[in-house]
């Protein structure tokens, strides 16, 4: 079974200061890809990053990074000098490998509010 | 390029009542995934549909069943509403079924159905 965490269920941070969004995933799959998407207000979900599991090179995009690890299985997120539209709901998600593409299990998600 | 659209966008259903979402996919996109997503919990896997088949399914029972046309939209419906199926209804599409080097899913803003 799959299974994903993301401890965090709200932060509250000031604009410019950096945040990180932690996520902790289950699978006993040797091959399986990890997801970040966004959700605004608006509720579409917004896909942001996806990593393979033989690929732990961490990702900077911007103000957004990413740290894989798995020895940890964690596989965090980072916004750097953060802005008030950053304000949203982040899922971390899993999907195993050989797996049709839709079938993505999401964590409980974190809600992250920006103040100016 | 035409995103995923879904219709309606809220709905309000008394218990008992059978329901049909519906869901135009991006365009070049041949499969069709849908998710439940509760109030505050992150998106839950209900069924995928690749050219018209059935392809893989969630923790959802048989009252819950969908379509996928031949021009690869879709639609999702709930018969005998119960209370607890209130949720944002949310519809991706992709191109394909294996989750390697393909593009992401794509989700469409939802629809918000609320059963009294």
């Known amino acids: 079974a799959q299974k994903v965490t993301q401890a965090q269920t709200e932060i509250s941070v000031v604009e410019k200061e950096d945040v990180t969004l932690d996520c902790v995933y289950e699978?006993?799959?040797?091959?399986?890809?990890l997801f970040w998407y966004k959700q605004p207000p608006s509720g579409e979900l917004v896909f942001l990053i996806r990593r393979n599991s033989f690929d732990e090179q961490n990702e900077i995009s911007g103000r957004y990074s990413w740290n894989f690890q798995k020895s940890t299985s964690s596989f965090n997120f980072t916004i750097t000098a953060s802005q008030v539209v950053d304000s949203a709901v982040y899922f971390c998600?899993?999907?195993?490998?050989?797996?049709?593409?839709?079938?993505?299990?999401f964590g409980q998600g974190t809600i992250l509010t920006v103040h100016p | 390029e035409t995103g995923v659209t879904q219709s309606p966008t809220h709905l309000i259903k008394t218990r008992g009542q059978q329901v049909t979402l519906r869901c135009s996919s991006q365009s070049g996109h041949n499969t069709v995934s849908w998710y439940q997503q509760a109030l505050g919990q992150g998106p839950q896997f209900i069924f995928q549909y690749y050219r018209e088949e059935e392809n893989g399914r969630g923790n959802f029972p048989p009252r819950f069943s969908g379509l996928q046309f031949p021009n690869y939209s879709s639609e999702l419906n709930v018969n005998a509403l119960e209370l607890d199926d209130s949720a944002l209804y949310l519809c991706?599409?992709?191109?394909?079924?294996?989750?390697?080097?393909?593009?992401?899913?794509?989700f469409g803003n939802g629809t918000r159905l609320t059963v009294t």
């Open positions: 998600a899993l999907l195993p490998g050989g797996t049709s593409y839709g079938k993505l299990t």
């Open positions: 991706a599409s992709s191109q394909g079924m294996a989750g390697g080097n393909l593009s992401p899913l794509h």
């Open positions: 699978t006993r799959d040797t091959t399986y890809y």
